[in-house]
């Protein structure tokens, strides 16, 4: 190919992406019954464009996958089909084959080819049925009858494909007619089909029969009309095998009246030229979308390129702050200008930073949009009848969260399709809506974005949970509380399923979600209630590379710890402190005990404060459980940077990474939720 091809290669790529997800939706959101034109256009225009750009690039298979899907949306919008549920299916089974088609040419998988060839096959019996079906296949017969005259020979089968040198016009005159000769195999076609082909051509046209005797399962016409030759090929290619349908092209001079219809009032139509091999009419290839205006309102960048610029605006926004630490310490009357111009930096250093954050931020729909199929067909196998609803789409957050957040999200609604909403005699026997409901809203909350899963099924069995955790061994404490109860379906390996299927019960679903989730920086709370439904909340931080803090110090170090783990600050009396059987200490807040995380002792420093009175005790609240982590002292609220600490240097348990101070000094940040569950643990191990 070409070079000036291989530069679209990328912008082709995700063009293609987009327009599948967007058919995938719109076909989701049908109306079987009733379908909106307007849905059934915005449809084909998806397919006709992926099969224009495919076509372009060579990719064949999906150009003769989306030329099935786009001759049966054309008859649909037109009116000519009514549309029916197994058409959706065969739809969206056609748009996941052309997904791994997409991904193939990409070099980021493999196509299912026994897959492709079922999609395929659904599309062209779709079509021949519709054809066989249709009541109008009498009235065809009866006007076949009033056609010129013409018969369907055998010949032997080695018969070859008269060769073709076509130099048609583009497309049909408004005055002047086509004669057409046309060239396929009909040795798969029933009688029945075949006749309401030739029945569909000879209406509006001359037909003249031009097989030979001596040819067998070849079909030779001649065919004098107004219609385009992309018409016909678009009407043929589906009835017949493409792959042996020819059709060369003549302008005549005049041709019967009576044999031809007016078609001067039918609209133009559009289309892409069929494969070269199949029809030789010269066509020239389409040009790609994104190439061909220049007047576009967006365009598109590499996401290196914004990592890139994001990695420089934090390194400005370093500097800045060590530029501020210097000058707090110069005299404010001599250098004002200097202070006032610092000031200004610092402003538009923040308005840079902010400005450069959201070219990252996508609204959370791009994730949202991936699961009615996800419920549609999981629902469908288990037999359930669900809805979804969702909230906040237009809530954004950072394009890594967005990539990362999916596969979480994806188990967490399978969970509920499979173990929260019950089948629908079930539901109805209890009084509920045969149909169970799923709702994903998200929403922003101070610093963090909060995506909640709810739905309306049975809840979560706190004594069935307990039992299956004292089964596998798990500690459980006398005084657990809801939230811990909830909390232990995240234990690996843990599941309450009593069969085991291809949806869930293996236990490895739920643990991969809080490993996914902490690894974000967020947290998983989950609220249930027995018979009326489950609340799974993920708090997440806005973006991976800047980060909401509040800085400690222990000893002569400093630390950031994250804000959306933080719920309060105290310091405590010594009446409030308590020791645990020689070993742990725990901390009285509010008549409740928390135990007391001595962060020296995990780091190996020497603190300023001897004893925990004399400190500060961070109220640490992470996977449901809380915690006093015991610091020296509070420093001050800071949005940090975040930078890699394995990259850098190594893993070190209980930081999750570090980021530059104002003074050049490396300040690193806390993982409070390892922290949290270290000292759980080792409550686990004493008792």
Known sequence: MSANLEQFYQIFFEEASELLAEMETLLLGLDVQSPDPEDLNAIFRAAHSIKGGAGTFGFTDMTEMTHMLESLLDKLRKGELTLRSEMVDAFLQASDVLKQQLNGHSGEGQVNSAEAMVASQKLKELM????????????????????????LH??????????????APEEASANIPITYRIHFSYQNLSDVVMTKLLADLARQSSLENLSAPQQQEICCLKLTTMESEEDIWEALAFIVDPVTLVIEAEVTAQAPADNISPAADKPAVMMDAPPAESVKTPAEPARPKAAASSESSSIRVSIEKVDQMINLVGELVITQAMLAQTASQIDPVIHEKLLNGLNQLERNTRDLQESVMSIRMMPISFVFSRFPRVV?????????KVELKTIGEGTELDKGLIEKITDPLTHLIRNSLDHGIESPEKRVALGKPAQGTIT?????????????????????????ILAKARERGLPISETITDQEIWMLIFEAGFSTAEVVTDVSGRGVGMDVVKRNIQALGGRVEINSTLGQGTKISIRLPLTLAILDGLSVSVGDQLFIVPLTYITESLKPQAADIRTVRGQGRVVQVRGEYLPVIALHEVLGLQPAAAQIHEGILVILDAEGCKAAMFVDALIGQHQVVIKSLESNYRRVQGVSGATIMGDGSVALILDAAALVSMIKQSQADAA
Request: charge should be negative; proline fraction near 6%; hydrophobic fraction near 40%.
């Open 128 to 151: 021949t049925a519709t054809a066989v079906n249709e009541a109008a296949l009498l009235s065809a017969v009866t006007e076949l009858n009033k056609a010129p005259e013409y018969s």
């Open 376 to 384: 549609r067909d999981v629902a469908a196998k288990l037999g359930k």
């Open 440 to 464: 994903l809203r998200a929403s922003h909350q101070g610093g963090s974005i909060v995506i909640e899963v709810m739905d309306d099924g049975a809840g979560l069995n706190a004594e069935k």
């Open 154 to 167: 055998e010949t032997p089968a080695t018969q070859a494909i008269p060769p073709t040198n076509s130099n």
